[in-house]
């Protein structure tokens, strides 16, 4: 079997997928699912693979992708499959580069800019009464709920300001759900690495949306203001929502942080 960097082997699906062309890991998640590059130019694109029974749906993200290419930059769905050993994904590669590039943390104004910037166009590209797909805050608290019953949520999973409450606290204050400020189709996974930007420090794309959905604005923007802390540090919030256009909302920040942290 081939092998990527850091001794990382490489599964079958993938380097069947890549056809020969040379692969270079380029992501890790916590449940095991790989990100591979392969190609260049013209032809270069990304291998993601999760393996069986890692809960990661690939075939999802590909729906998500093959709608949303019409409106905004995303990726192109080029191949995605299941065998017994998991499932991958092949798309086209986006220009631009991640917004955790070392350059964007070290000159954080721009990158938070281009972030705002780049998931306000997302909200507006995107057509609501056209997307076939949910991410409202009642559906993901009913499956919430029903994952509670099963016993598989973990609270000392959860960001260090939740980890005190237990499960049965999180989804009691979670039962008031607030009013929709703007309903657009979300991107679902809001974190700063899933905005490129160019040379330039402006946005391109974003990537990683297999859980794109309708839903309130609130629940992208509360996730997005919470990573920019994360990456580039303290005192990015605001200006995030600035770019953005809006200002706080802590009623609803409060509330689509810790529905986040009670998602799978």
């Known amino acids: 079997?081939?092998?990527?960097?850091?001794?990382?082997?490489?599964?079958?699906?993938?380097?069947?997928?890549?056809?020969?062309?040379?692969?270079?890991?380029?992501?890790?998640?916590?449940?095991?699912g790989l990100t591979f590059t392969a190609g260049s130019g013209a032809q270069r694109r990304f291998l993601k693979w999760a393996p069986a029974g890692s809960g990661l749906d690939l075939g999802a993200e590909a729906r998500r992708l093959a709608w949303a290419v019409a409106f905004t930059p995303v990726?192109?769905?080029?191949?995605?499959?299941?065998?017994?050993?998991?499932?991958?994904?092949v798309t086209a590669a986006l220009a631009g580069g991640s917004a955790v590039a070392g350059r964007w943390r070290r000159t954080p104004p721009l990158a938070v800019d281009a972030i705002g910037h780049g998931l306000r166009a997302l909200h507006d590209a995107l057509p609501t009464d056209r997307c076939p797909f949910s991410w409202?805050?009642?559906?993901?608290?009913?499956?919430?709920?029903?994952?509670?019953d099963r016993g598989?949520?973990?609270?000392?999973?959860?960001?260090?300001?939740?980890?005190?409450?237990?499960?049965?606290?999180?989804?009691?204050?979670?039962?008031?759900?607030?009013?929709?400020?703007?309903?657009?189709?979300?991107?679902?996974?809001?974190?700063?690495?899933?905005?490129?930007?160019?040379?330039?420090?402006?946005?391109?794309?974003?990537?990683?949306?297999?859980?794109?959905?309708?839903?309130?604005?609130?629940?992208?923007?509360a996730i997005a203001t919470w990573s920019v802390t994360w990456n580039y540090g303290p005192g990015w919030e605001d200006r995030l929502l600035a770019a953005y256009g809006v200002t706080a909302d802590p009623q609803r920040i409060r509330y689509y942080r810790l529905l986040w942290d009670l998602d799978p």
Request: proline share 6%.
């Open 136 to 148: 409202s805050a009642a559906e993901r608290l009913a499956d919430a709920r029903r994952r509670a």
């Open 1 to 32: 079997m081939g092998r990527a960097a850091a001794g990382q082997a490489v599964p079958a699906a993938v380097r069947a997928a890549a056809g020969g062309a040379p692969l270079r890991l380029v992501w890790r998640n916590a449940v095991g």
């Open 152 to 221: 598989d949520i973990d609270p000392t999973q959860w960001h260090p300001e939740h980890r005190r409450l237990q499960a049965a606290q999180a989804l009691r204050r979670l039962e008031a759900v607030p009013p929709v400020d703007r309903l657009v189709v979300c991107h679902g996974d809001a974190c700063t690495p899933n905005t490129l930007l160019t040379a330039r420090g402006r946005w391109s794309g974003h990537v990683d949306l297999g859980s794109l959905g309708v839903g309130d604005r609130w629940a992208d923007l």
């Open 75 to 89: 990726p192109r769905v080029l191949d995605q499959g299941t065998d017994a050993t998991g499932s991958w994904l």
